[in-house]
């Protein structure tokens, strides 16, 4: 498998979005384009060359784009923890109540929240983009394996909370 067939699949098994995996695509093959089409949002970031680009970077930026990622501080309050991945389509769709997910750190609520989706077939996932953030992802358990073997494979770890 290619780099970008690689990136297409853990993009399809995160989201559902058409969106999302051009994006990636672009990171992935032509950093310097993509770095010239979202170069602000990357200055942010404190990307500033092409050769700093990264395909778990635009997937990120791409699922937060596309209302699919809860990107969390790592000492984000529970209550905002709850209210960004109850604001996930999915969840939104599962029609969960996450208000008793309980206060702890974003782990331990995060860890709440999937126990709380598990019977709608859902949990959530870190995309580790190798910084102290939580890109927070709900996707159906059953894509759970070869989501993180497909991460594995563009050497992106996916993180569960189950």
Do not use: N
Not at 4 to 19: M, N
Not at 88 to 95: C, F, I, N, S
């Amino acid at each position: 498998m290619t780099d970008l067939a690689a990136w297409d699949r853990f993009a399809a098994l995160l989201t559902d979005d058409p969106g999302v995996a051009p994006q990636v695509r672009l990171a992935v093959a032509d950093p310097a384009g993509y770095l010239a089409a979202h170069e602000d949002a990357l200055l942010q970031r404190g990307i500033e060359e092409a050769d700093e680009v990264e395909g778990v970077v635009a997937l990120v930026d791409a699922l937060q784009g596309a209302g699919e990622v809860a990107y969390l501080d790592w000492k984000e309050e529970a209550d905002e923890v709850r209210a960004q991945v109850a604001g996930l389509p999915r969840v939104r769709a599962a029609g969960v109540a996450l208000d008793v997910a309980g206060e702890g750190s974003v782990e331990q609520v995060a860890r709440a929240i999937s126990r709380l989706l598990a019977p709608a077939g859902l949990v959530v996932v870190q995309v580790d983009e190798d910084s102290d953030a939580y890109p927070l992802v709900a996707v159906p358990v059953d894509r759970l394996p070869a989501l993180v073997a497909a991460g594995a494979a563009v050497d992106v770890s996916v993180r569960t909370f189950g």
